[in-house]
C-alpha cells in the first residue's frame, strides 16, 4: 500500500468535500428562501457523488501501487 | 469516470506502459482543454451578448463538470505512480519541486475555483430566476482561469520534458 499517496487522496478529498458543504448549505438557504427549486438540490447531491465517486476510484489505486 | 478506471487497470497490471499511456492522455486532454478555452473560446464568449453566454453555459459548464476533475486528478495522480516507477520522485530534485509546485497551483486554481463557479453555474441556472449577469459573470471567471491555467500547463510540460529525457 502506498500510504502517502492515500493521504494525500484523502486530503483532497476532504479539501473538496469542504467546498461543496459550503455550496450545499449555500443552496439550501437559497431553497429555504423560495429562490432554488428542490432540482437544484438535487443536481449538487449528484455532482456530490459523481466527485466521490472519483476519489473513491483514485483511494483504491493507493492499494494497488 | 473511465480515466480513473483506466488508472486502476495500469496498476492492477503493474504496466508501466498503460500508466504513461493514461499520464500523457489525461494530461494533455486537460492542457488542451484549458488551452482551447482560454484562447479560443474566451474570443467568441467576449463576443457575445449575455443572453447568448448564458445559453453556452448551460450547455458548456454540465459537460466540462465531470470530465476536467477527473482529467486532472488522474493526470497528477498517474504522474506521481510514474515517477515513483520510474525512480524519478525524489523531493531534492529541482524539477520534481517545480513539477511539484506548478501541481499545487493548478489543484487550488482547479478545485478551488473553477469547480466552485461550475457548481455555482449550475445552481444559478437552477433558480426560479437566473441572474444573467451572475451567470455570464462567473463563466468568464473560469474561462480566464482557464487561460491562466493553460500558461501552467505549458509550463509543467516544460519540466515533465527534461524529466523524461536526463
Do not use: C
Amino acid at each position: 500500500m502506498n500510504t502517502s499517496a492515500l493521504v494525500a487522496i484523502l486530503v483532497f478529498a476532504a479539501a473538496l468535500l469542504s467546498v461543496f458543504g459550503v455550496l450545499y448549505r449555500m443552496a439550501t438557504r437559497s431553497h429555504a428562501r423560495g429562490e432554488l427549486g428542490y432540482d437544484g438540490i438535487v443536481i449538487l447531491r449528484w455532482a456530490l457523488l459523481g466527485q466521490l465517486a472519483i476519489f473513491a476510484i483514485l483511494t483504491l489505486t493507493a492499494f494497488l501501487s | 469516470m473511465i480515466p480513473p478506471v483506466v488508472l486502476v487497470l495500469g496498476l492492477a497490471m503493474k504496466s508501466l506502459y498503460v500508466l504513461d499511456y493514461v499520464h500523457v492522455l489525461t494530461g494533455a486532454s486537460w492542457t488542451g482543454f484549458d488551452l482551447y478555452t482560454g484562447l479560443v473560446l474566451s474570443r467568441v464568449l467576449r463576443s457575445l451578448e449575455i443572453p447568448a453566454r448564458v445559453e453556452v453555459a448551460k450547455r458548456l459548464t454540465p459537460t466540462t463538470f465531470f470530465i476536467i476533475p477527473s482529467l486532472a486528478a488522474v493526470a497528477i495522480t498517474s504522474g506521481i505512480y510514474l515517477a515513483q516507477a520510474m525512480g524519478k520522485f525524489n523531493l531534492a530534485d529541482p524539477w520534481i519541486l517545480a513539477a511539484g509546485a506548478i501541481v499545487v497551483v493548478l489543484t487550488v486554481q482547479g478545485f478551488g475555483v473553477f469547480l466552485p463557479n461550475g457548481v455555482r453555474i449550475f445552481l444559478e441556472l437552477a433558480k426560479v430566476k437566473p441572474d444573467p449577469g451572475l451567470i455570464s459573470k462567473l463563466t468568464m471567471r473560469n474561462v480566464r482561469l482557464a487561460a491562466s491555467q493553460a500558461v501552467f500547463q505549458v509550463l509543467i510540460i516544460l519540466v515533465m520534458a527534461h524529466l523524461a529525457v536526463y
